[in-house]
Every structure is written in structure tokens, then in C-alpha cells.
């Protein structure tokens, strides 16, 4: 979900080989044990050469979750049931595994190939559309010895991808201002305006690059250095400081690199057939805020989505229903916005959009979007015993239904309404609720299978 100013961390450095080797150990062996665990195994993706992992989660015999119950709700309808244990194999996987999936990173790339896969395994016939877009969250590392720190470029875009190297020079203990050529320290003051301040002393007194250390422990965010081919300007975690101190005081090098402007994104979509037409396109983003997990925003929603894409293919594919994840939603919704312009321009819009956007934690099922569509979901779910009420954003908030709707498209937007922990390094696996993600995910079989009825059905 997107919020007006996102505020997190960047915890961990998505360029080190070894811990992305490890990470996808880890895939291999959790996708291992659920194939092997499984009573009905959901079809396997073909392998392939590159990251993820492309076997598909499959109902495990023992609770993967270590969260609690995970009892799914009997639906007295002909809907095809969402399994609560696949779709917490998939949260788990993108919250856990893979872990925060800031569009552009190596991480992202593995989520966008791994819910590929996944669809394909299906028998869906899938695209991965890549699009054209303005990051907020511009990677950068800066790097000390074999370590490496993962931050945030303040450079604008008309700063090309670069990487400097000096003698690291802590300009908030050490005498003077940092010598030409050197990598200056310096702290973030009370004021993110005051980040162009640091960097102009410190392209003053040339030097190489520049490093702001921020104030919070999280909270990576700024407004871009607007000069032109300017030093690279990395912001880094507070608890970063020291260790960058150490490394001034031993006379240690220190390199920073920044992160291409308009870094690669994409979304996936999966159709019943190559070229098919989407009457129906059910989805939810698949990118995060750097530093955060990602476990309620999003990992949920498109663990329901991949999972409710398994469950209506398990009887053949459906004609005009199709599911699609999205990327770069926080970054502004971008992810979205190019599918749904696209699909207005070439005259293929929907029916109806569906999506789904932090859904792990609550008692009740929050329907937003188009009045009719919305009252419409309410009644069914009531009728079928499911928790449901209508509601709205709060403001300053939105997500990808937005995108349709700004093209003319109905929408019914399924959530749990808690964004207390979102864009945040708490937004992490252990505060999903089994029971909330089944919820929404039988709310959403529920009113796609309604849905399918009236509009792809009745084509």
C-alpha cells in the first residue's frame, strides 16, 4: 500500500552474493518440503537456470506458518476454496526468504520470476510487462572492507548510476572539512531540507562523495539532491554511524555507489490464453518500501492472489478471468497505472478490477471501490457468514485500484485496514494472522466466483 511519505529502512544489502546464495537455498529447500509434504501438489513450474526457485508451494501436512490455527471457512457456495496453507507458503516465502522487494533490486527480480513461475505452473499463459518509471527509492550501498551497507541515493535524475572511492573523513568529529577527494561523513540535522546544505559543504570542499547518516533508526527518505551530475549522496540507517566513524578513525577507504534514476520494474499477468481477453483482472503489488519485510504490505495480497489463481485453475481455466501482480506501487502506483493505460489505449479494459492490498491481521473483511460493487460484496459475504463491511482509505493512502479507476474501470478493493505497521521494519511474517489471510482470501473466491457468472459468463 501506498503512502503520501513511505518511512523505512534499508536493513540489509540486496548486492552481497553470499546472502543471496543463501536465500535461495532456502527457497529450494522450503519449495522441496512442501512438494514433498503435499496430499494434492499444485502442477511444478519448468526449471530454470536462473533465481528463484520455480517449484510451486503446495499444501504442506505440517502448519508452515508458526502462527497459530489456520482452519479455513466453509463457504456455502460453489466457489473453489482458498487454501490457507499454500497461501501462507507463498507469504512466508516473500516476506522471509526473499524479504524486502524494493522495485529495481535484485530481490525484486527474484519475486517478479518467482510469481512467474508460479502462474505458469498453473497453465496460465503469462507476460512480465516491464514499464518506464520514477523511483523515490533509489538504491545505493556504501562499502567498508568486505562489508557492505545498503542505503538510499539523494541524487536527482539527472545524476547517472556512479560510484566513488576515497579515504573516509568523519566531518562530525574530525578537525576541518573533508579533504578533496575524500568520502565526507556527516549527520542529518532536524530538517530534510537540510540534506541539499550537507551536500553543497561538501561539494565544496571537493569531495568524492558524500554519506548522511540519518537521524532515525529508520525512516529512508529525502528530497532528491537536484544537481546535475552531482557527488554520489547516499543516506544510510542510524545505527550505521558508528561503524562508519571506525572506519574514519582507522583511515579506512570507503566506496559508494548509487543506483540507477529509473531502475527496471514489472508487473505480471497471467491469462487463460496467450492474448486472451480479461474481463476480470484480480491483483495486487508486489514491491515494498526499503527495509520492510513486507508481510502484511504486500506479500499477503499477492500470496491470496497467486493462491486464488491456483484455485480456479484446478478445474481448467476460466474464461476472461485473469490475475496480475503489480510493480512499483510504492513508488506511485506505477506498476498499475502502465496496464491500465495500456489497456485503454488498445481498448481491452476490464469489467471489473479486483484488488487486494494488506490483508493479514483483523476480524473482518474492508471492502472499498465502486458503491454497487462494494454494496454488492458486503451482502454476499454477510450472506456467506464472512465478516464484511464497507470502508474507505484513510487519507494520504492508496494502492493500485486507483489506477483503473482513473480509466474508467469498476473496482472492489479487498484489505484489513490495519496500516499501523506498514513501511515499517515490524511488518514482518510473525504478525500475520492465518485466520485474517483465509478470510479475504475466501472473500475474494467468493465474489470472483459471483462475478465470473455475470460478466466473463455471460460473454
Known amino acids: 500500500m501506498r503512502f503520501a511519505v513511505a518511512r523505512a529502512r534499508l536493513a540489509h544489502d540486496p548486492s552481497r552474493p553470499f546472502a543471496m546464495i543463501l536465500r535461495l537455498v532456502a527457497v529450494a529447500a522450503l519449495v522441496s518440503l512442501l512438494a514433498a509434504c503435499a496430499d494434492d501438489p499444485a502442477p511444478t513450474p519448468p526449471a530454470t537456470a536462473s533465481p528463484p526457485a520455480t517449484a510451486t508451494p503446495s499444501a504442506p501436512t505440517a502448519d508452515p506458518t508458526s502462527a497459530g490455527a489456520t482452519t479455513s471457512h466453509p463457504l456455502p457456495t460453489d466457489a473453489p476454496d482458498h487454501d490457507i496453507d499454500r497461501a501462507m507458503a507463498h ?48 538504491l545505493a550501498t556504501v562499502t567498508v572492507g568486505e562489508e557492505t551497507i545498503g542505503g538510499i541515493a539523494l541524487n536527482g535524475e539527472g545524476t547517472p548510476q556512479k560510484s566513488a572511492e576515497g579515504p573516509a573523513h568523519d566531518d562530525r568529529a574530525q578537525e576541518g572539512t573533508a579533504p578533496e577527494g575524500a568520502i565526507s561523513i556527516r549527520e542529518r540535522g532536524s530538517n530534510d531540507p537540510d540534506d541539499g546544505l550537507l551536500y553543497m559543504a561538501a561539494a565544496r570542499a571537493e569531495a568524492a562523495g558524500l554519506i548522511i547518516v540519518n537521524r532515525d533508526t529508520w525512516g529512508l527518505w529525502g528530497f532528491p539532491i537536484p544537481v546535475r551530475d552531482a557527488i554520489p549522496v547516499v543516506l544510510v540507517p542510524q545505527p550505521e554511524g558508528e561503524r562508519l566513524a571506525q572506519a574514519a578513525r582507522d583511515g579506512a577507504t570507503i566506496r559508494v555507489t548509487i543506483g540507477p534514476s529509473r531502475p527496471p520494474a514489472a508487473n505480471v499477468i497471467a491469462r487463460p490464453a496467450p492474448g486472451a481477453r480479461c474481463d476480470i483482472i484480480a491483483g495486487g503489488h508486489h514491491d515494498t518500501t526499503p527495509g520492510s519485510p513486507g508481510a502484511l504490505d504486500n506479500a499477503s495480497g499477492v500470496a491470496i492472489v497467486l493462491e486464488l489463481a491456483r484455485a480456479f485453475a484446478a478445474d481448467g481455466l476460466d474464461e476472461g478471468l485473469c490475475f496480475a501482480t503489480f510493480g512499483a506501487e510504492e513508488s506511485g502506483l506505477f506498476g498499475s497505472a502502465a496496464l491500465a493505460r495500456r489497456w485503454a489505449d488498445s481498448g481491452e479494459l476490464p469489467e471489473i478490477m479486483m484488488n487486494f492490498d494488506v490483508t493479514a491481521r483483523g476480524d473482518a473483511v474492508e471492502v472499498i471501490g465502486t458503491p454497487a460493487l462494494v454494496a454488492d460484496a458486503v451482502e454476499r459475504l454477510t450472506a456467506a457468514g464472512i465478516a464484511a463491511f464497507a470502508s474507505s482509505l484513510p487519507p494520504g493512502y492508496g494502492s493500485d485500484h486507483a489506477s483503473f479507476v482513473q480509466v474508467g474501470v469498476p473496482v472492489v478493493f479487498l484489505s484489513d485496514g490495519d496500516v499501523s505497521l506498514i513501511h515499517t521494519p515490524a511488518d514482518v511474517f510473525d504478525e500475520v494472522e492465518p485466520v485474517a489471510v483465509d478470510r479475504i482470501g475466501d472473500a475474494g473466491a467468493l465474489i470472483l466466483q459471483a462475478l465470473l457468472v455475470e460478466i466473463a459468463g455471460g460473454r
Open 91 to 138: 507469504l512466508k516465502l516473500l516476506s522471509t526468504i526473499i524479504g524486502p522487494r524494493v522495485s529495481g533490486s535484485p530481490e525484486a527480480r527474484e519475486t517478479v520470476a518467482y510469481i512467474a513461475d508460479t502462474l505458469r505452473g498453473f497453465g496460465y499463459a503469462v507476460e512480465v510487462m516491464e514499464f518506464d518509471y520514477r523511483t523515490r527509492f533509489r
